[in-house]
């Protein structure tokens, strides 16, 4: 190649690029003064409108109806036990063990709405909460009275690259009159924010968390192995989060880190309440002064002549509650929403919220052989850098999060991990982002387009049929 | 005996010597392959080693008995534990009786079957059980050649799937139900290819762990763990030891059972094995172990009035029968996991003059500066496990011991050539060391500690103190062996 030929060919290389990077820069302008319309498609608009959270009363809340005769008389003791405020002193073994760090103080606060084992209510329950008894907590910045009620975890132990990835609990016992002596500090959440080190996680709700926890996980790979081409066109993979104890598929959580009801109930009351327990016996913080019971706080209760539900410990019982909620009731449906299902099917949505799994024969009659409509495959999922929240678990890479089961939705109050919308379109327009160096495109990208391309009326009767789950 | 081919013998340097230069550069790498392949490269020599394993202690048993301060409520309650430790798991049939839930795959029928030795609750028997299980109702399995009659209870993993790469890493059943009589329709599932996986070099062995004290383990304080790793640091330094903990995903704290402390509690710990041991499927992990194949899995075709399990989970609370005293209430692993919690520590023997400076020796190698002798338990709602002082001699943490022992499977963050450091008590009555079983032999066993990097896996952490082990005079050599003999 010449000098000349050379220069033409540099020539043409600018007359072909030139346009196109000034396109490109009018696009990226365009994307960052227009976010939702740019996202979805230069050319669709996006004109549906959420009609918000359908009104009490509670569509869920209920225990199966199949439940045998003995299983419904502990129903009020499994109740109990998930509504229990939890204090700071054991003083039987049933109560206590609150702290020394703590989200909340029992598992009713958090999993409240629209019923007792759901979700997040629209008033924020942890204003009740942070300085009961004389605690001296100040509320973290990213707690608002209206707001989703969130924990946080870290992505590196503080001040390094150390990964971490705990819960990061918002609140101590310091000052509680329940807890003289005890001198620990807050976390600093504002400092972790600005070291982008902050990760939230909203509550997610428990309702036929039984019938997930059985499904079969043949069912679930085999329906990930299902309509392949389809889901290669719409940009859709997936995979399960696996054991490292059996290497049966996780199902609980936002990455689907949890196995079962059991583990679930165990590591959330240490967790969450910091009440340890036989699964999870440790305190997570063991600062002298602070820790005011023997481990674990809770334990089997060898009282003689207890009611044998009352034998295992708070754990235990807390599994069955969870164990024994039923899924949601959706809400009648009508015209709109049936054809929003359609639109649901048709746009891709249902290729990741599986419409439905069946469980198999289980041991307790009431959860088997039921199908459950639970629109999930159970699998995490690339979602892109707009919801990548940067922490591996387990399986579940940075970007990778479980397909959010729809159940019930048509009463939640706030939507995607971190609760960051309580608007059920700006939820669906979220699930779009395209890769940057760090993470992929988010495998929702060609069905939020295709969404977006719909008609006028059929975006509206897919968020109506949402709204009605 | 493996101590003949031990590394003070075997100098694999020397032979090269003889052959022609030509051929030198050869002979050099065959040695070292060589080398690398028995984990046994030539070291620089210390010492001679002359100890000798003086054997197990013979029975009675030193272990295996609750702890004395158990509540009258609590030690009411063990014989049932008891019962369902050692209960035999069918598939269905039978008298209706709670023992049914076994397979699809399996490695044994009933936990005390492994943790068997020298007490219910211990480790692998002289005898191996498995030669009882294997074939009983009808199956038609065959032994994998991995066990022998009088070797260790070893489990299988594979360290990768069959692509070579993908990590794998699970436990492999050896067993499976088909042809069994009570399980009625099931034909057709095969064991794994063990031999294969072997040809393909990706099989790893684990040997039964004993169970006694595990109750004080669980308690251990982290800001105990974590000052003792923090402790002795220049000396750890100079013996090239560090060691970290392994962490739990679910709440952050440290977990500390199985081999790489990959497990958080003895509820955690049951619940796993119920199902990847025995199939027995439970509310901690209710998934049947292999799902494949429709005809193998609950419920089975048994005549009416006889036990089955009606699905998953096979095992699981009572909530759903007739009113029960409540130790019938919860389900089997939360009755296990009481079992071990209840399970005091070994007892070992007096000390006479040749164990106590044994003991001084422990020390003055290094051992203990992994093997650490003792943590004592927080206050626990557990009476009985309040303040007690766990003479385990561990740590609780990973550490890296080199290529010769490495397993190629990362659990949690205990990498491929990560292991717990193995808590010493009741290796008095021990038959079987390190996690794939490899020896009888305690002296090998201590010498097993020690293997050098390869491109893989750094240095063994141990590597050191083994030295300091070999340079020992005969006396303090052989009066360490003894003090372990005496645990």
């Not at chain 2, 003070?8 to 002979?27: C, D, E, F, N, V």
């Not at chain 2, 480790?123 to 260790?152: D, E, H, R």
């Not at chain 2, 095969?190 to 004290?213: C, E, H, K, L």
């Amino acid at each position: 190649m010449n000098q000349v030929q050379a220069q033409l060919s540099k020539h043409k290389w600018l007359k072909s690029v030139l346009p196109i990077s000034l396109l490109l820069l009018v696009a990226a302008g365009a994307t960052a003064y227009f976010p939702r319309s740019a996202k979805g498609g230069v050319l669709a608009t996006v004109t549906a409108v959420d009609p918000g959270p359908r009104p009490l009363p509670a569509n869920a809340g209920t225990f199966l109806p199949s439940l045998s005769a003995n299983e419904q008389q502990i129903e009020p003791s499994i109740t109990t036990e998930f509504n229990r405020v939890h204090d700071v002193v054991v003083t039987s073994p049933t109560d206590g063990g609150l702290g020394p760090r703590f989200n909340s103080n029992s598992c009713a606060s958090c999993h409240q709405y629209p019923a007792v084992g759901g979700s997040s209510p629209p008033s924020n329950p942890l204003f009740s909460v942070y300085q009961l008894n004389g605690a001296t907590n100040t509320m973290p910045f990213f707690i608002t009275s209206t707001g989703p009620i969130l924990e946080a975890r870290f992505i590196n132990q503080p001040g390094t690259t150390t990964p971490d990835g705990n819960v990061h609990q918002n609140f101590t016992v310091v000052g509680r009159s329940d807890a003289h002596g005890c001198s620990i500090t807050q976390p600093d959440f504002t400092g972790a924010a600005t070291a982008n080190n902050l990760v939230l996680r909203q509550v997610p709700p428990t309702y036929g968390d039984g019938l997930i926890e059985v499904v079969r996980n043949i069912d679930i790979v085999n329906n990930m192995n299902s309509n392949l081409t389809t889901k290669a066109a719409l940009g859709i993979t997936g995979h399960p989060n696996y054991s490292g104890n059996d290497g049966s598929i996780q199902r609980f959580g936002w990455k689907a880190q949890v196995r079962s009801t059991l583990l679930m109930a165990a590591q959330q009351m240490n967790v969450e309440m910091g009440v340890t327990n036989e699964t999870f016996p440790n305190e997570i913080d063991q600062t002298p002064g602070c820790v005011f019971n023997g481990v674990p706080e809770t334990v089997t209760n060898f009282t003689p002549g207890i009611l044998t539900e009352m034998f295992p410990g708070d754990a235990e019982r807390t599994e069955y509650f969870i164990q024994w909620m039923a899924p949601p009731t959706p809400g009648p449906s009508s015209p709109s929403t049936n054809n929003g299902k359609t639109q649901f099917t048709n746009a891709g949505c249902v290729m990741c919220h599986t419409t439905s799994y069946k469980t198999p024969p289980t041991s307790r009659p009431a959860l088997g052989n039921i199908t459950i409509k639970l629109y999930s495959d159970l699998l995490v999922h690339h979602m892109g850098p707009g919801l990548a929240d940067g922490l591996a678990q387990g399986g579940a890479g940075p970007d990778e999060f479980r397909t959010a089961p729809l159940w019930g939705i048509g009463q939640r109050l706030f939507f995607m991990h971190d609760g960051r919308t309580n608007n059920i379109v700006t939820a669906i327009e979220d699930h779009f982002s395209l890769g940057n160096s760090t993470y992929p495109a988010s495998e929702a990208n060609q069905t939020v387009t295709n969404f977006n391309n719909l008609s006028s009326k059929n975006q509206q009767d897919l968020v109506n049929f949402l709204r009605s789950l | 005996m493996r101590i003949d081919d031990s590394p003070i013998q075997a100098h694999a340097g020397s032979k090269s010597r003889r052959h022609l230069p030509l051929y030198l550069a050869t002979a050099a790498l065959l040695a070292v392959s060589l080398a690398a392949l028995m984990s046994r490269p030539p070291v620089v020599v210390h010492g001679t080693l002359t100890a000798t394993d003086p054997g197990p202690r013979p029975l009675p048993a030193a272990a295996g008995s609750f702890y004395s301060a158990l509540t009258p409520n609590q030690s009411s309650i063990t014989t049932r534990l008891t019962q369902i430790f050692t209960e035999v798991n069918f598939v269905a049939g039978g008298p209706l009786v709670k023992t049914v839930g076994l397979g699809p795959r399996f490695n044994s029928n009933s936990c005390s079957s492994c943790h068997g030795y020298p007490s219910v609750g211990g480790s692998s028997p002289p005898n191996n059980p498995l030669f009882g299980i294997y074939q009983l109702q009808g199956a038609t399995n065959t032994m994998p050649y991995f066990i022998t009659s009088t070797g260790p209870v070893i489990v299988a993993r594979f360290p990768y799937k069959s692509d070579g790469v993908t990590p794998d890493g699970g436990v492999h059943q050896m067993f499976t139900i088909s042809n069994r009589t009570d399980a009625p329709g099931c034909t057709t599932m095969v064991q794994p290819d063990f031999t294969t996986a072997q040809s393909n070099n990706d099989i790893i062995f684990r040997q039964t762990t004993p169970t006694y004290g595990t109750g004080l383990m669980e308690l251990i304080q982290e800001s105990d763990i974590i000052a003792n790793m923090n402790s002795n640091l220049s000396l750890k330094a100079s013996l090239g030891i560090t060691g970290h903990a392994n962490y739990s995903d679910d709440d952050g704290t440290i977990t500390r059972f199985g081999w790489k402390a990959q497990n958080k509690s003895l509820l955690y710990f049951a619940g796993e094995a119920y199902t990847v041991e025995e199939g027995v499927s439970d509310e901690a992990f209710p998934s049947e172990n292999d799902e494949s194949i429709p005809s193998c899995l609950p419920p089975f075709p048994v005549p009416a009035g006889t036990n089955k399990t009606k699905g998953v989970p096979d095992d699981r609370n009572d909530t759903g029968e007739a009113p029960k005293a409540p130790v019938n209430f919860p389900g089997d692993l939360e009755r296990f996991s009481l079992f071990m919690r209840f399970l005091a520590p070994p007892t070992p023997v007096a000390p006479t003059p040749s164990t106590s400076n044994g003991f001084v020796q422990f020390q003055n190698v290094g051992c203990n500066m992994c093997h650490n002798v003792s943590f004592t338990t927080p206050a626990s709602s557990i009476a009985a496990l309040s303040h007690v002082t766990a003479t385990l001699y561990s740590d609780l943490l990973v550490h890296d011991m080199g290529p010769g022992l490495a397993d190629n499977v990362k659990q949690g963050n205990a990498t491929g050539d990560q292991f717990r450091t193995a808590p010493l008590w009741g290796i008095g009555q021990r038959y079987f060391f390190l996690h794939d079983g490899r020896t009888t032999n305690i002296v090998t066993a201590i010498e097993d500690h020690r293997s050098f990097a390869n491109g893989v896996y750094p240095n063994s952490e141990a590597n050191t103190v083994i030295n300091n082990f070999d340079a020992l005079s005969p006396t303090n050599q052989q009066d360490l062996v003894n003090f372990l003999r005496s645990l």
